[in-house]
């Protein structure tokens, strides 16, 4: 049977591009996405390395020992190595599963042993909008995500600094104009980034705590379990965090402590769908939310988690940054009153529009 491989390049804005891996053969199309590795040139050098794995394999009856190959890959690496090769599989993963799900006639959620899911309650990330970063901007991101249908908006206050104000004092005034924009109805999330000194975030509780951020995301990473200890002390604003995690015991501590409220692994960090999954039931007493500042793909992929993880509360969505979005998925990703719509269609569900102006191909070879 003929198959090729191939890593796609979207072109979404001068700070995003989304990867992704795409399998064709005779009957399927499958698709992964292996976005914000921060390397695209490690991605495919990678890349080139699993595909002599996958030649010539059966991609379903071998799929768990393909996985397995790419995980011990993952352990072969340090640093932002290790981080780009867990991304490529993260997307190699999505691909296998989506591949196997559609051989077998079924959606993902329903091949993942799950039942017909709900709609999957969205959140607002706007940190990726178009526009300046001045609060006023920010502000008139949010409204337009509260115009769309979205509850829930999270920022990342703390990126860039403004004039020769501190980052402190300018994520603070940019939470401020957001919340004066969207009223008291509207949760307002922060995102530190790990961007700015503890003690800064310590002094800034009380105003955080006033303005009623629904949750600090990466105030402190997960892994300073000391810094997080305090923090836990010192504000009852509930805590997130693990977005960039790819072993489950890299929340070990901060789970069984109670230091952080919400984890988040991401589907193409943390090496795929499965793996999530495994992740979210090893802490059934925490709340998990996908990270998830991704292409419709990995947004496919995360919300299949929904109908087979009881405690995956939300997903967060990129909103706004290009109005194409669905259309590069042939218009399947459907979101209403910030909810996306999952439905019964194998692997997936997604199509890929490979004529769409946005993609090339980044490398190529036939399995």
């Not at 190595?81 to 077998?104: R, S």
Request: proline content about 5%; charged content about 25%; hydrophobic content about 45%.
């Amino acid at each position: 049977m003929s198959r090729t491989l191939e890593l796609l390049q979207s072109h979404v804005s001068d700070r995003t591009q989304w990867h992704f891996v795409v399998l064709k053969d005779a009957d399927h199309l499958a698709l992964g996405e292996c976005s914000d590795s921060g390397n695209p040139a490690k991605l495919v050098a990678e890349l080139q390395l699993a595909a002599q794995k996958l030649r010539g394999r059966d991609l379903i009856t071998d799929r768990a020992g393909i996985v397995g190959a790419l995980a011990r890959r993952v352990g072969e690496q340090t640093g932002q190595d290790a981080f780009v090769t867990a991304t490529l599989m993260g997307g190699l993963e999505q691909l296998l599963t989506d591949h196997a799900a559609q051989a077998a006639g079924e959606p993902v959620w329903k091949w993942l042993g799950g039942s017909a899911p709900a709609p999957v309650p969205l959140y607002a990330n706007i940190n990726r909008v178009p526009g300046g970063r001045a609060p006023g901007d920010v502000a008139a991101a949010a409204a337009k995500a509260v115009a769309a249908g979205f509850c829930v908006v999270k920022c990342a206050p703390f990126d860039v600094a403004d004039g020769d104000r501190s980052l402190a004092a300018t994520g603070l005034r940019r939470l401020r104009a957001i919340r004066e924009a969207v009223g008291d109805d509207v949760e307002l999330r922060a995102d530190c980034h790990d961007r700015i000194p503890v003690e800064e975030i310590h002094q800034l509780l009380p105003a955080l705590e006033d303005l009623g951020i629904g949750w600090l995301e990466d105030a402190v990473a997960l892994d300073r379990t000391r810094d997080l200890r305090a923090l836990r002390a010192a504000t009852s604003i509930p805590l997130a965090g693990g977005e960039l995690m790819f072993h489950a015991a890299e929340a070990d501590i901060a789970a069984s402590e109670g230091l952080i409220d919400v984890l988040m692994p991401d589907v193409k960090h943390a090496g795929g769908i499965e793996r999530v999954l495994s992740i979210a039931r090893g802490v059934p007493e925490l709340a998990v939310s996908p990270h998830n500042p991704s292409g419709p793909v990995a947004t496919a992929a995360a919300a299949h988690l929904f109908s087979v993880c009881p405690n995956a509360t939300e997903l967060e969505y990129q909103f706004g940054e290009t109005p194409w979005r669905s259309d590069l998925v042939g218009g399947l990703e459907r979101i209403t009153e910030g909810h996306l719509h999952a439905d019964d269609r194998p692997g997936l569900g997604l199509t890929l529009d490979t004529r769409h102006p946005s993609l090339r191909v980044l490398w190529s070879t036939a399995l």
